[in-house]
């Protein structure tokens, strides 16, 4: 195994635990309890983050600019033709 996969399984895991720790915030009843889901998601987010950075340093995670007719090509795609949609536009 090399260091890209196990960062790679690292990172999948820490999005499954992320969001196991939203979901018991969200249904925590007990002020405690609900506090300690939050502490914990706030740790897990900032490894998570520390982990994509330690990535992209490493240069197994790699991000680009996207050109900008690029996004308003797919944001065309996206768009909904219905009937009612282009109605509510005039």
Do not use: P, R, W
């Not at 979901?23 to 939050?38: A, D, L, R, Y």
């Amino acid at each position: 195994m090399n260091d890209k996969y196990l960062m790679e399984n690292v990172m999948f895991g820490s999005k499954v635990i992320t969001d196991l720790y939203l979901h018991g915030v969200i249904e925590s009843t007990n002020e405690n309890v609900n506090g300690t889901f939050m502490k914990a998601l706030n740790e897990t987010l900032k490894m998570h983050y520390d982990l994509f950075k330690e990535m992209e340093n490493n240069e197994f995670y790699s991000l680009s600019n996207v050109d900008e007719s690029k996004i308003k090509q797919k944001k065309k795609s996206l768009e909904c033709e219905c009937t009612n949609c282009l109605e509510k536009e005039n």
